[in-house]
């Protein structure tokens, strides 16, 4: 994405019952697809005093509990709720939904005649557009009040200046305001590299086989020299690496508007898709030398039928 010029910031929002099933096969966080909507959703909603266009979103998560509990041998169960009854009197089906509670941090790149204001003006419109989120919902949860005790949880608007010394100084600032925490991120790299090491042992390994490999824990077993008995370990590799989905991938031509049966929306083109899945990488905002490191933005390719989300964390930080 393009160099952000400003940043807004919303720190430290508490969201009550978010979804934390983000997709067919993972689970534990919500998809970054549902903050880059709620993005949109948000740019929608400012009237036209306060209106910014947003350009992509980063998110930094402080806190996270997800309303599950252990169900044996490295199992989760999903605390569920009872529906009440139909109108036949009977007990409806449950649902299974994925609830969790999190407080996290939102970064937006934005650009507008606003962003010209002063520093005061800035700041109060952010505490504007703060309070139009505490209204919204995101990731299908419910956002709570902040108190807003001290300069930390203060919304902000952020201009980044031109000069390269400076631009660094203040997102430096911004970094260790939104410590302690970590930021999703995108690395493919990982899981191309990955694959070439699971090709050294098999040589018909494809990428699913790779992105499942960071989905499991691998136990080994590992004798010392020095002992006649070993013991099993868990491998341990450099990051914090976890399945991710990013998107949607067509799965034919792109219909007409109402020309498909049962469609929700008449009056948007109707296309079939599946999920298109990569590999993230939990990062301390700390470690990140660049703002469009933490940004996530819309990266289509129509003429492939591709709607997927971008981060450009691996071209900053190659290895």
């Not at 929608?44 to 599950?68: I, K, N, T, Y």
């Not at 969790?100 to 650009?111: C, D, G, K, Q, T």
Request: charged share 25%.
């Amino acid at each position: 994405m393009n160099k952000p010029r400003h940043l807004l910031v919303l720190p430290y929002l508490k969201i009550q019952n978010a979804n934390a099933i983000s997709s067919p096969m993972t689970w534990g966080f919500p998809a970054m697809s549902a903050f880059v909507g709620f993005m949109h959703a948000l740019e929608r909603a400012l009237p036209d005093d306060d209106w910014l266009a947003f350009d992509g979103v980063g998110v930094v998560c402080h806190s996270h509990e997800v309303q599950s509990s252990s169900a044996g041998y490295n199992l989760q169960q999903f605390h569920l709720t009872r529906n009440p009854v139909g109108k036949d009197g009977k007990t409806a089906a449950i649902a299974e939904e994925g609830r969790m509670h999190m407080e996290i941090s939102l970064v937006f790149s934005v650009s507008g005649d606003r962003c010209a204001d002063s520093v005061a003006d800035r700041d109060e419109l952010a505490r504007r557009i703060d309070d139009r989120v505490h209204g919204m919902r995101m990731a299908g949860g419910s956002v709570i009040g902040n108190s807003r005790t001290d300069r930390r949880s203060q919304p902000r608007l952020i201009a980044l200046s031109d000069d390269a010394h400076d631009y660094e100084q203040a997102f430096r600032k911004l970094k260790h305001a939104l410590l302690p925490g970590f930021t999703l991120v995108l690395n493919e790299p990982a899981l191309h590299s990955r694959l070439d090491e699971l090709r050294e042992d098999n040589a018909n390994a494809s990428l699913l086989d790779a992105w499942l490999d960071f989905a499991r824990l691998h136990h080994e077993y590992h004798v010392d020299d020095d002992e006649a008995r070993g013991q099993w370990q868990i491998r341990s590799r450099p990051g914090w690496h976890v399945p991710i989905p990013i998107g949607y991938g067509a799965l034919g031509s792109l219909h007409e508007a109402g020309g498909v049966a049962r469609a929700r929306d008449t009056t948007t083109p109707f296309r079939f898709v599946e999920s298109l899945y990569s590999i993230g990488q939990w990062v301390s905002p700390h470690r990140l030398n660049r703002p469009e490191a933490l940004l996530w933005y819309v990266d289509n390719d129509l003429d492939q039928g591709a709607y997927r989300l971008n981060n450009d964390y691996a071209k900053h930080h190659a290895n």
